[in-house]
Structure formats: C-alpha cells, structure tokens
C-alpha cells in the first residue's frame, strides 16, 4: 500500500487548496486527513468511509473543510475552505481497514502513512 499526497502550498488567511491522496494497493474502508503542526503532536482533521462515503471531521474544520473519494481514481480529496494561520501544519494522508475504528481512535488506529504535504496559511 502506498499513499502520496499532493496540493499543499502557500496561501493568504481566508483562502482555499485542494489536498489529494492516491491510495495505490489499498483495499480497507477508512481514509483520511491528518496533521501536524510544528511543537504540535498528529490529529486527526478528517475520514471518510470508502464504501458507504460517511464522514467524520474534527470540530475545528467543520463546516470549512470538506473529504471526498473519488473511487475511479483511489483518491481522497481535501477541500480546504476559509483557510486559517491554526491551520498551518504537514497535512498526512492515512488509512485503516476499519473506518469506524478510525473514527474511533484517530491517529493511534491508522497504520498506513504517507508523507504529508506541507499547507502555510499567512495571515
């Protein structure tokens, strides 16, 4: 299995980016966005359950953050909208066979890892 992220970048307080994740070889159920901010430890921003789409995000994106899986394509999508300097942080991209257990554990149950892509929000 093999997850690589993609569409982090540079952009202005109140802005938006894309993040996409290609899952290659992964057949589970749950997957999802994850970050690290610098002094920060891994949190969980955002899962989606790959057969029957329910979602989960963490209260600090809700409303502004939206996943997505595109099945055509193994990618999971991250719109990232009314961006945030709190929102600065290595984005990950992870899985798990179980979404429930996912959503459950966070960033403890996640057993596949990519190697992030870095978001800067300036305010």
């Known amino acids: 299995v093999q997850l690589v992220e993609s569409g982090g970048g540079l952009v202005q307080s109140g802005g938006s980016l894309r993040l996409s994740c290609t899952a290659s070889?992964?057949?589970?159920?749950?997957i999802g966005w994850f970050r690290q901010a610098p002094g920060k430890e891994r949190e969980g921003v955002a899962y989606i359950s790959i057969s029957t789409n329910m979602v989960h995000y963490a209260d600090s994106v809700q409303g502004r953050f939206t996943i997505s899986w595109d099945g055509a394509k193994d990618t999971v999508f991250l719109q990232m909208n009314n961006l945030q300097s709190e929102d600065t942080a290595l984005y990950y991209c992870g899985a798990d066979p179980s979404f429930f257990r996912m959503a459950e554990g966070g960033v403890k149950r996640v057993g596949i890892w990519g190697l992030g892509t870095s978001v800067t929000v300036s305010s």
């Open positions: 070889g992964f057949s589970g159920d749950g």
